[in-house]
């Protein structure tokens, strides 16, 4: 009895610690400019992985953008923009 409401307090104490991570993430989507080929895309994409607080890239070579999840705690937008025009590849935020 008492270890079963130990455990329902650890399955709620999980799932609140879940939804708070959840609220620290942003995601943006960036225009990039520069791109010339295919390869561009791992530059970019190692780049801002290497951005600290940066949680996952994904870049797409069609539309010329880099969607970026990020922990606003850590960084910033202007941080992931100043990381592509270092590489090369200035970038601005997608409308
Ligand atoms: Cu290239």
Redesign the pocket.
């Known amino acids: 009895m008492k270890l079963k409401s130990l455990f329902a307090s650890l399955v709620i104490l999980i799932a609140s610690s879940m939804s708070l991570q959840a609220a620290e993430q942003q995601s943006v989507t960036l225009d990039v400019e520069n791109?010339?080929?295919?390869?561009?895309k791992y530059?970019i994409k190692k780049a801002l992985k290497n951005v600290e607080g940066v949680e996952s890239v994904d870049v797409n070579p069609d539309n010329k953008t880099a969607s970026v999840v990020f922990d606003p705690q850590k960084t910033a937008i202007e941080a992931l923009i100043n990381a592509t025009t270092q590489a090369g590849y200035p970038s601005t935020v997608k409308e």
Not at 35 to 40: A, E, G, I, L, S
Request: net charge neutral; with cysteine.
């Open positions: 791109f010339t080929c295919t390869m561009c530059t």
